[in-house]
Structure formats: C-alpha cells, structure tokens
C-alpha cells in the first residue's frame, strides 16, 4: 500500500531535549516536505527536499534541521525544543511532474507538545 | 504570506445539499489543488487544476478555475454526513525560482445529518 509513515504520532517532552520525527515513503519519490499546522495558521512549511542531499528551507525553518540520506527517509530534527514548537507536524511527498509539483501523500501527523 | 485563502472560513449545511467552498490567490499559478482533511489527520488529495483548465470534475466534486480572477471554485454535490471535514486549496506558484505548494486557511464544512 502506498503511504508515508510518520513516527511518532504523538509526543510529548520537555524544553532542550533533542527529539526527531521520522518520516518514510514507499512510492519512490523525489520530493519530499514537512509542514506545521497551527490554529489559525494554516499549514507552514519547514522544509523540503527535491532529491537525495538536496534540501532547502520553506516558510518556517528555524529551530529545524532535515536530512536526506535516502530518497525514502527525510527526518525532521528538533536540536533544542521549545515551547513555540508544539504543533501538529505533517510529512509529504510527490512525484516532481517536469513543471510545478504534483500530488501530495501526507502522512497522519505527529502532534509534538513541548512542556 | 499566503497565497491561497478560502472563503467561507466555515460552512454548515444539511445533507444532500450542495457545498460550494472558494479560493482566491495572488500571483501566477502553474496548477491548484484542491485537498481535505479529517480532523487531526493527514490531508488527502482531491484533485488538481492546471492553469490552462477551466473546469475538472471528480465523482461529486466539480472544481472551476479563473485565472483572470485568480480563483477557484470547489463544489460538492448531493452531500453526505462523511463530507464533514476542512477543505484546502493549495496553489502552486512560481517564488524565487522554484514552485513552491502554498496552502490557504481552510474552510471547515458541516454536513448535518
């Protein structure tokens, strides 16, 4: 089945501690995202990645960093949480059409809430 | 800034009625998509639009598109209580050099049973 996996789906921790949110996709694409919804404020995005070890920053990327090794994995990685950063966190993908982009996979979510 | 904005921000209507959910964006587009979302859950693709499109149905949904007035329409036809869910318009645009998916606010639909 395709999908993208998310994990974990809820979080809870603490201020400073380091904590990453995976992400998987088994549909072989190039372009991966990651975006934060807040109420009120749509759906931001952090970063994103048009192929391997090729990254770049979205809308809201301080306090992120990403990585992606694999064409499959893209992690997304909270160095020094803070308070600011609770939010309900999504995961995407696409094939990269040859103009544009195409349909986005979103995982479920992973709701992070930092005390 | 965002690109797409949605009006209504909310819509309440009685089962099988017609929803009809707007959004309006500010530069060019490559294409507009157009996605739901369960509460608390992932967003789902619904369907795309291409500038050079004017209109593109999918089972109950119809979508339009104007790009001389920057907008599109979503409509549900004959809806269901399962249709109760928030609504995104998503426009792909041209900003510094890459195409980026800018998403709008939503709008929050209703279907009373």
């Known amino acids: 089945e395709a999908q993208v996996t998310q994990n974990p789906r809820y979080l809870i921790t603490v201020t400073g501690k380091k904590l990453t949110v995976t992400c998987s996709q088994n549909?072989?694409?190039?372009?991966m995202s990651w975006y934060r919804q807040d109420p009120g404020l749509g759906l931001r995005q952090i970063y994103y990645s048009m192929n391997v070890e090729v990254t770049d920053k979205g809308d809201v990327p301080e306090g992120y960093k990403v990585s992606r090794k694999e064409k499959r994995n893209f992690p997304l990685i909270l160095e020094s949480p803070s308070p600011n950063q609770t939010s309900l966190y999504f995961c995407?993908?696409?094939?990269?059409?040859?103009?544009?982009?195409?349909?986005?996979?979103f995982g479920e979510g992973s709701r992070l809430t930092v005390l | 800034s965002q690109q797409g904005e949605e009006d209504p921000q909310a819509l309440s209507i009685q089962e099988g009625e017609n929803a009809t959910m707007n959004c309006s964006y500010k530069?060019?587009?490559?294409?507009l998509q157009w996605y739901r979302q369960n509460s608390g859950r992932g967003l789902v693709h619904l369907i795309l639009?291409?500038?050079?499109?004017r209109e593109k149905h999918s089972g109950r949904l119809r979508v339009t598109l104007d790009t001389s007035k920057k907008s599109s329409s979503l409509l549900i036809t004959a809806s269901r209580a399962a249709d109760t869910a928030s609504y995104f318009c998503?426009?792909?645009?041209?900003?510094?050099?890459?195409?980026?998916?800018?998403f709008g606010s939503g709008t929050r639909l209703l279907v009373r049973p």
């Open positions: 530069t060019s587009i490559n294409n």
């Open positions: 998503a426009t792909d645009a041209l900003i510094d050099s890459s195409y980026k998916l800018i």
């Open positions: 639009i291409r500038s050079n499109e």
């Open positions: 549909m072989n694409h190039e372009y």
């Open positions: 995407a993908s696409s094939f990269l059409p040859g103009r544009g982009t195409g349909e986005l996979f």
